[in-house]
């Protein structure tokens, strides 16, 4: 779990991290270089999970090198079947991280949202319902790592 004080906002507790595959975690179906490692620097602090529609078919590849088993969100209605899994889990409790529309839902709903670029593009959307937009993905995921810069970004 990360708990954070951040001034003018209030407590921040994440016990979850929920993220996108397609275009977040990986770009034409094959995972980005150093997302391994730096997800295994979150396990000891968070639940990770994993949301996909499989776009390219090869979730179970990516979950193999992961070693997690990622939810297969079902065509139609995406982004409200995402929101729904971030409301599941505690929203309260919930960052998420995403960049295409159907990750606008899940970034809104999550206690924190975190859209990033990618060379798929960022849609406005999931910019719009976002808390933080960062350059790319590892440095999404290294907020985690060093939470503090949450503080930084996010006091008021």
Do not use: W
Not at 41 to 69: C, E, S, V, Y
Request: proline content about 3%.
């Amino acid at each position: 779990m990360i708990e954070l004080n951040i001034p003018g906002r209030g407590e921040l507790r994440i016990e979850h991290l929920v993220m996108d595959v397609n275009g977040t975690l990986a770009i034409d179906g094959q995972l980005i270089e150093g997302i391994a490692r730096r997800i295994g620097l979150l396990r000891d602090r968070l639940q990770i999970h994993l949301l996909t529609a499989d776009t390219h078919g090869k979730q179970a590849i990516i979950d193999h090198l992961l070693n997690l088993k990622a939810v297969r969100i079902q065509p139609g209605d995406e982004s409200r079947q995402k929101a729904e899994y971030v409301r599941q889990l505690g929203a309260a409790t919930v960052a998420a991280i995403g960049q295409g529309a159907n990750d606008a839902g899940m970034l809104e709903a999550a206690t924190l949202g975190v859209c990033v670029m990618s060379v798929e593009g960022l849609a406005v959307s999931s910019l719009n319902a976002s808390d933080l937009l960062m350059p790319d993905i590892l440095s999404a995921l290294d907020l985690f790592d060093k939470p503090l810069r949450l503080i930084a970004s996010l006091r008021k």
